[in-house]
C-alpha cells in the first residue's frame, strides 16, 4: 500500500492524516515539536480557560461541520452564547456596537455622514477590471473612502492578519472581496447577488459564518485527532530533507539525535513558510524550498487577563472589539472570551483575550510577561473601564505568528504550484497557501487528501509522469 509522509501536526496536518487513513492509506505525520496543533492550544487554570491563539473557528464550508461530526465531537462542540453577536469598533476612544442592518448602518454614530454617503455611491463607481494587483488600503479608498479605510478597514486587518492594509494584496489576503467587484462590479451589488451562488456552493461568508469551539477548548479538536492517528504521530521529529526518487519519496528525519531515512510514496508539506524553507529538496529538475523564507510572519503575543465582574464597567456582551491605529492605543483587538462560550472564567468573573504586536507595533510583542500585561491593562481602563489588578494572567509570544499575503504574494503560490506539477507526489497544504483561518487550514487539509489520492491511484496503475494540479 502506498504511504504519505505529512511534515507538521497543525489542523492541516492532522486533518488531512485523519481522512487518508480513515481512507485506508498509511500515512505518518512529522511534528518537530512536543505536542500537535500548532497555533492550537488551550489552558485550564485557577478556573479559567486561556486559549493561546485563535479562540474560534468559522464554519465557513461544510467540510468543517462534517470534520467534527466525523471526529466524534458533535456533543462536545459549544456554540456561542446568542447574546454575544454584538462586535464592536472602537472609535473615539470608545467601543461603539457595529450595526447589524442597513438602518443600524444609517444611524450608527462609528462613521460620520461622509462615510454613508461613500457607501450609497458605491454601486455607481466603476468597477476596475485590468487586472494589476493593488493593496487593501488602495482598494478601500477607491471604492469606498479613506475614513472607512482608517476607522474599520485597518482594524479590521488588525484583526484578521496583524498586518498592513498598505502592504496586503486584496487579491491575495481578500480574494472574495476582490471577486465581487470583478463579477459585479460593486461589493454592495456582490453582498446582494452573490448571495445565491454562496449558498449553491455551500459556502457562507465569514462575516456570517457560525462560530464555535469545544467544550475544554479548540485543542479538544487536534487532541482527539492525535488520538485517532495514534502511533502514526511521531513528536519530536524533524524532517530535514526531502529526495525525489523513480518510485517516490525518500524523507530524512531528525529524532532523538538520530538520523533515519524513511521511504514514502507522496509528501504533503503542512508546516510554516519558514521551516519549510529549511527543507532541503532534492529533485531531478534542481527546485528549492529557499524562495519561502520571504514570506513574512510578524511578531504577535497574546494576553489573557481575567477580572472580577464587578471591575470592568463595560457590559462586555459581545464578540469583541477591533482598534484601528488612529485610535492611539496599543493593543490589536480584545475578545471577550467568557461571553462567548461557558467555562472560560469562574462565576462572577471574565475573561479577556488581547493582542499586541503585528505589523503596527511589532517591537511591543516581546516585551517581557508583566509588561505586556500592563500594557494592556492600561488600554482597557479605557476602553472598558477596568479597574483593579487582574486576577488571572497569561500571556504567549508568538515570534511567527501570521502569513503574510502582501503585495507580489502570488509568486509563492506560483512556486507551489510549480513545484508540485515538477516534483509529482509532492503537495503544499495549509495557513501559507489556502487562507490564514482555522477553517480555511481545515478546508485546506480536506482538500489536499483528494489531490493526494488521484495522484497514488495514478502511481498504482504505472502512470507516475502524470502532471497533477
Same mark, same amino acid.
Given at each position: 500500500m502506498k504511504s504519505v509522509a505529512i511534515i507538521g501536526g497543525g489542523i492541516t496536518g492532522l486533518t488531512a492524516a485523519f481522512y487518508l487513513k480513515r481512507r485506508g492509506v498509511p500515512v505518518t505525520v512529522y511534528e518537530a515539536s512536543e505536542r500537535v496543533g500548532g497555533a492550537i492550544q488551550s489552558l485550564a487554570r485557577d478556573g479559567?480557560?486561556?486559549? $493561546?491563539?485563535?479562540?474560534?473557528?468559522?464554519?465557513?464550508?461544510?467540510?468543517?461541520?462534517?470534520?467534527?461530526?466525523?471526529?466524534? /465531537?458533535?456533543?462536545?462542540?459549544?456554540?456561542?452564547d446568542?447574546?454575544?453577536?454584538?462586535?464592536?469598533?472602537?472609535?473615539?476612544?470608545?467601543?461603539?456596537?457595529?450595526?447589524?442592518?442597513?438602518? &443600524? $448602518?444609517? !444611524?450608527?454614530? @462609528?462613521?460620520?455622514?461622509?462615510?454613508?454617503?461613500a457607501v450609497l455611491c458605491e454601486p455607481f463607481r466603476p468597477a476596475r477590471r485590468d487586472g494589476v494587483e493593488e493593496s487593501i488600503a488602495d482598494f478601500v479608498k477607491r471604492r469606498l473612502n479613506q475614513e472607512f479605510l482608517d476607522h474599520a478597514i485597518d482594524a479590521l486587518v488588525a484583526g484578521i492578519y496583524a498586518g498592513d492594509p498598505?502592504? /496586503?494584496?486584496?487579491?491575495?489576503? $481578500?480574494?472574495?472581496?476582490?471577486?465581487?467587484?470583478?463579477?459585479?462590479?460593486?461589493?454592495?451589488? &456582490?453582498?446582494?447577488?452573490?448571495?445565491?451562488?454562496?449558498?449553491?456552493?455551500?459556502?457562507?461568508?465569514?462575516?456570517?459564518?457560525?462560530?464555535?469551539?469545544?467544550?475544554?477548548?479548540?485543542?479538544?479538536?487536534?487532541? !482527539?485527532?492525535?488520538?485517532?492517528?495514534?502511533?502514526?504521530?511521531? @513528536?519530536?521529529?524533524?524532517?530535514?530533507? @526531502?529526495?525525489?526518487?523513480?518510485?517516490g519519496w525518500l524523507v530524512d528525519i531528525r529524532a532523538n539525535g538520530q538520523e533515519t531515512r524513511v521511504e514514502h510514496s507522496a509528501v504533503i508539506c503542512a508546516n510554516t513558510a519558514f521551516k519549510l524553507a529549511e527543507l532541503r529538496l532534492v529533485t531531478q529538475q534542481s527546485l528549492s524550498f529557499k524562495s519561502f523564507s520571504d514570506i513574512r510572519y510578524p511578531p504577535v503575543a497574546s494576553v489573557v487577563l481575567g477580572f472580577r465582574r464587578e471591575d470592568v464597567a463595560h457590559p462586555c456582551q459581545g464578540f469583541g472589539m477591533l482598534i484601528p491605529k488612529i485610535e492611539g492605543f496599543k493593543i490589536l483587538g480584545t475578545i471577550f472570551s467568557s461571553s462567548l462560550f461557558p467555562n472560560r472564567a469562574p462565576a462572577g468573573y471574565l475573561t479577556l483575550t488581547s493582542y499586541i504586536?503585528?505589523?503596527?507595533?511589532?517591537?511591543?510583542?516581546?516585551? +517581557?510577561p508583566q509588561n505586556?500585561?500592563? /500594557?494592556?491593562?492600561?488600554?482597557?481602563?479605557?476602553?472598558?473601564?477596568?479597574?483593579?489588578? +487582574?486576577? $488571572?494572567?497569561?500571556?504567549?509570544?508568538?515570534p511567527k505568528a501570521i502569513p503574510q499575503y502582501n503585495l507580489g504574494y502570488s509568486r509563492f503560490r506560483d512556486l507551489m504550484t510549480d513545484i508540485e506539477t515538477k516534483a509529482p507526489g509532492l503537495f503544499f497544504?495549509?495557513?501559507y497557501r489556502d487562507g490564514i483561518s482555522l477553517g480555511d487550514c481545515i478546508v485546506s487539509g480536506v482538500n489536499i487528501v483528494e489531490r493526494a489520492e488521484k495522484y497514488l491511484a495514478a502511481v498504482t496503475r504505472n502512470a507516475p509522469s502524470l502532471k497533477f494540479k
Amino acid at each position: 500500500m502506498k504511504s504519505v509522509a505529512i511534515i507538521g501536526g497543525g489542523i492541516t496536518g492532522l486533518t488531512a492524516a485523519f481522512y487518508l487513513k480513515r481512507r485506508g492509506v498509511p500515512v505518518t505525520v512529522y511534528e518537530a515539536s512536543e505536542r500537535v496543533g500548532g497555533a492550537i492550544q488551550s489552558l485550564a487554570r485557577d478556573g479559567y480557560l486561556a486559549e $493561546f491563539g485563535p479562540n474560534t473557528i468559522l464554519e465557513t464550508s461544510p467540510k468543517i461541520a462534517a470534520l467534527v461530526c466525523d471526529a466524534g /465531537l458533535a456533543e462536545r462542540r459549544r456554540d456561542p452564547d446568542p447574546k454575544a453577536e454584538a462586535r464592536y469598533v472602537v472609535r473615539y476612544r470608545r467601543p461603539i456596537e457595529m450595526p447589524g442592518s442597513p438602518l &443600524g $448602518f444609517f !444611524t450608527t454614530k @462609528l462613521f460620520t455622514a461622509s462615510a454613508k454617503w461613500a457607501v450609497l455611491c458605491e454601486p455607481f463607481r466603476p468597477a476596475r477590471r485590468d487586472g494589476v494587483e493593488e493593496s487593501i488600503a488602495d482598494f478601500v479608498k477607491r471604492r469606498l473612502n479613506q475614513e472607512f479605510l482608517d476607522h474599520a478597514i485597518d482594524a479590521l486587518v488588525a484583526g484578521i492578519y496583524a498586518g498592513d492594509p498598505n502592504k /496586503l494584496s486584496v487579491q491575495q489576503a $481578500f480574494p472574495k472581496l476582490a471577486a465581487l467587484e470583478e463579477k459585479y462590479g460593486s461589493l454592495i451589488k &456582490g453582498q446582494i447577488f452573490g448571495a445565491r451562488d454562496r449558498k449553491k456552493r455551500g459556502e457562507v461568508a465569514k462575516d456570517r459564518a457560525p462560530k464555535f469551539s469545544f467544550d475544554d477548548g479548540l485543542q479538544v479538536l487536534p487532541d !482527539t485527532l492525535r488520538d485517532y492517528l495514534g502511533e502514526a504521530v511521531r @513528536l519530536n521529529t524533524t524532517v530535514t530533507k @526531502l529526495t525525489q526518487t523513480v518510485k517516490g519519496w525518500l524523507v530524512d528525519i531528525r529524532a532523538n539525535g538520530q538520523e533515519t531515512r524513511v521511504e514514502h510514496s507522496a509528501v504533503i508539506c503542512a508546516n510554516t513558510a519558514f521551516k519549510l524553507a529549511e527543507l532541503r529538496l532534492v529533485t531531478q529538475q534542481s527546485l528549492s524550498f529557499k524562495s519561502f523564507s520571504d514570506i513574512r510572519y510578524p511578531p504577535v503575543a497574546s494576553v489573557v487577563l481575567g477580572f472580577r465582574r464587578e471591575d470592568v464597567a463595560h457590559p462586555c456582551q459581545g464578540f469583541g472589539m477591533l482598534i484601528p491605529k488612529i485610535e492611539g492605543f496599543k493593543i490589536l483587538g480584545t475578545i471577550f472570551s467568557s461571553s462567548l462560550f461557558p467555562n472560560r472564567a469562574p462565576a462572577g468573573y471574565l475573561t479577556l483575550t488581547s493582542y499586541i504586536g503585528g505589523e503596527r507595533y511589532p517591537e511591543l510583542a516581546s516585551l +517581557p510577561p508583566q509588561n505586556l500585561c500592563n /500594557l494592556t491593562c492600561a488600554d482597557l481602563r479605557v476602553l472598558l473601564g477596568v479597574k483593579d489588578k +487582574p486576577t $488571572f494572567q497569561h500571556t504567549v509570544y508568538w515570534p511567527k505568528a501570521i502569513p503574510q499575503y502582501n503585495l507580489g504574494y502570488s509568486r509563492f503560490r506560483d512556486l507551489m504550484t510549480d513545484i508540485e506539477t515538477k516534483a509529482p507526489g509532492l503537495f503544499f497544504a495549509g495557513h501559507y497557501r489556502d487562507g490564514i483561518s482555522l477553517g480555511d487550514c481545515i478546508v485546506s487539509g480536506v482538500n489536499i487528501v483528494e489531490r493526494a489520492e488521484k495522484y497514488l491511484a495514478a502511481v498504482t496503475r504505472n502512470a507516475p509522469s502524470l502532471k497533477f494540479k
